[in-house]
């Protein structure tokens, strides 16, 4: 194809296509490690599904949550976490150490996006493995709930898992880039990473300040309840999927005027 009649779309699918390549190698060097990996994480989502199986010996619902439907929240929120754990978590925690040791002013001389190669430049493979055991997971849990979801639930399920990954990568991108001021930052991006925990949770388990907080400006219980609510036909009204919708978009905007606003302020790591 005629480098000039390429489009932008085109071209950094390309790019993105050679970081995928790169990844596969640099995974197939440390075999063991990427099964490993994998291993731990299938280890972690076990007892996370034994831990709701010891809660619900002790009771039926939690609000209005059965047992399978949280499973199935679980598997849900399980399948996010592994998405953006592949495609973005090593690349945002990275953000620091790449300031610090300063590859940035490398990367802001390459004829192609920053913020694109600092959230898309390694994949962590390992991930849509154990994004698959959530799949397998919530397949199960909507076969004892007798689920039968319609090609719409299933497309608007999609699309909302997107938009929680959005959500995701910008509050952790937000984070990140206080890393040109604090030069490390690890443990504020590390600590986000942990509010995951909160999202695998009920929304109707929580009242209050907590749950307004945690709704609206740090949407954490937004990200999995709504698509998980929406296959398990427990949505109250489609204003909590335009919620989650509007959130991934505010999200994204603010952590674009972050990144920007970081930029603009850089003046290298030499200077």
């Not at 007892?47 to 939690?62: E, G, K, N, P, R």
């Not at 698959?132 to 007798?146: E, T």
């Not at 949407?219 to 296959?231: C, D, E, G, Q, S």
């Amino acid at each position: 194809m005629d480098a000039a009649k390429t489009t932008p779309l085109a071209r950094y699918a390309s790019i993105y296509a050679a970081l995928w390549r790169n990844s596969i190698v640099r995974e197939m060097q440390f075999k063991a490690n990427f099964v490993l990996w994998i291993f731990v994480e299938l280890l972690w989502f076990a007892l996370q599904l034994t831990f709701i199986a010891v809660l619900y010996s002790q009771t039926d619902h939690i609000g209005d949550w059965s047992k399978w439907q949280v499973v199935l929240l679980i598997g849900t929120s399980q399948l996010i976490q592994q998405l953006f754990s592949s495609i973005f978590l090593s690349n945002l925690t990275q953000l620091s150490e790449t300031i610090r040791t300063g590859k940035l002013d490398f990367m802001l001389l390459l004829p192609v996006n920053t913020r694109f190669l600092i959230s898309f430049r390694q994949v962590d493979l390992g991930g849509f493995v154990n994004a698959a055991s959530a799949i397998v997971v919530m397949a199960y849990a909507g076969s004892q709930l007798h689920l039968h979801p319609r090609a719409a639930q299933i497309i608007g399920f999609i699309f909302l898992v997107l938009a929680s990954l959005v959500i995701h990568y910008s509050l952790m991108l937000t984070l990140s880039a206080t890393s040109f001021w604090t030069v490390r930052s690890q443990g504020i991006v590390w600590g986000y990473y942990n509010l995951f925990n909160i999202a695998r949770l009920p929304d109707a388990a929580f009242r209050g300040l907590f749950k307004a907080f945690f709704t609206y400006a740090l949407p954490m219980l937004l990200v999995a309840n709504v698509p998980a609510r929406l296959i398990a036909q427990k949505l109250r009204s489609p204003w909590e999927m335009a919620l989650l919708v509007v959130m991934s978009f505010i999200c994204f905007a603010v952590s674009e005027a972050m990144w920007r606003f970081s930029v603009r302020r850089y003046t290298s790591a030499s200077s």
